[in-house]
């Protein structure tokens, strides 16, 4: 790849290059062996590894040559699929560390460019580091022409995300050529025109939904409030945004920048182990987002607090949610790696009040959540089962405070997690021995069956096939 004209690479390239060395992942001696006693009464011996923190993980690598089993672990609960340097939770504590920095502190007195720049590079920048690096992704947010082409084949009705989906992968058309993924420098390159476009194709996919006019990016602005300049801002009038309102949004960049091996990170793995483009590879971790077991979730916290409409409702719903037989959930509680209270949902609680205070909008809204959480923690069945409010719970607020729609919600999600992604298929990357993806299964389906050729065959009592309308538009080609 030819160099960047940018003073970022001109100056600081070579420089960074060492530092960068710091966040490949290097494999612990073993501190011990496991003994594991196979019915057959046969030992095997695995090594334990211990890391900087956290529990002691098995290394079952050789368990099938050495035993013939596999394992089985539906959801990876208990496997660990890689190492990693760059985010640690302790659930049971209730802490979450970007390289080895509290993300409390992080959110109290950084930003997310520093964020950004701390993962790209392991370490924090200087002064005169951030606002170079900062330069150099606000200069970057420009997208191709032929992109934004790309937008007006949309739907006019079409959801964001899906829009996202869309031209996320189609950024590898425009980037396939001339980098080499197993290039530091390539790599590196790379991430910084990921992250710096995905506020740009986020923005254009909402004004596409509401057939607005695009809005390009201007240099006089920070990257994050050139994002709320690309969102809201109109030819008709000045664009001025509150210090209060950028401080929000950056805070909440930050919080969700990353968040160990979760779905879409680790379908961002998976993607790129097999060297796929790594802009096809954030593009199906986009999409793993969408759900609304994942990304999802903050638009469904909202969504349910409008369902209970206000505070003498609360003790109802709340029998809903203990109750087998109700389909009620109580979202934004809980959390799969926290058994704890979520150390980003105290951020976001704290950035709701000073946000709110600046909008005067969703007061209501965060009354009724408070409320909400106050009577769920008093109550041993929330307490036992320690569902605790995550980040999920206030994030949504905050965005109906911003006058962001729901259906923008997980693609800011996604926006914020790029950097993650991509750090985290940059460190994969890195590793010495690159090794495809491929899961093992139990197979539990019919044994090896006698073909039958087709006018032998008895026809079943009930048949399987799905009988659709005719003419159904399966396609979207023909409407009846």
Known sequence: MSQSPHKWHQETI?????????????CPLS????????????TVQLPIFKGTKGPPMIDITQLYSKSGYFTLDPGFSSTGACMSTMTYIDGDKGELLYRGYPIEILAKYSSYIEVCYLFIYGHLPSQKELQLFEETMVSEMMINEKLIEFYKGFASDSHPMAIMVGVVGALSAFMHKDFDVNDPRDREYIAIKLVAKMPTLAAYAYRTALGLPIVYPSKKYSFIEN????MFSTPMNDFNVDKVIVKALDTIFMLHADHEQNASTSTVRIAGSSLANPFACIAAGITALWGPYHGGANEAVLNMLKEIGNKENIPKYLQKAKSKDNSFRLMGFGHRVYKNYDPRAKVMQEMC??????????NDILELAIQLEQTALKEDYFIQRKLYPNVDFYTGIVYEA????TSM???MFAVQRSIGWICQWMEMMSEKV???????????GEDQREYIPIQ???????SRVCKLPMHSGLFGLVKV
């Open 456 to 462: 032998n065959r008895k026809e079943e009592e009930k």
């Open 409 to 411: 919600f997980t693609v």
């Open 402 to 405: 911003l006058s962001i729609p």
């Open 14 to 26: 070579d420089s960074q290059k060492s530092k960068m060395e710091k966040t490949v992942p290097i």
């Open 31 to 42: 501190s011990d062996i496991a003994t594991l006693t196979l019915p057959n009464g046969k």
């Open 227 to 230: 994002f709320l300049y690309m």
């Open 353 to 362: 009040y000073n946000v709110l205070e600046k909008t005067k909008r969703a």
């Open 434 to 444: 690159q090794r495809i993806s491929r899961p093992r299964q139990l197979y539990v």
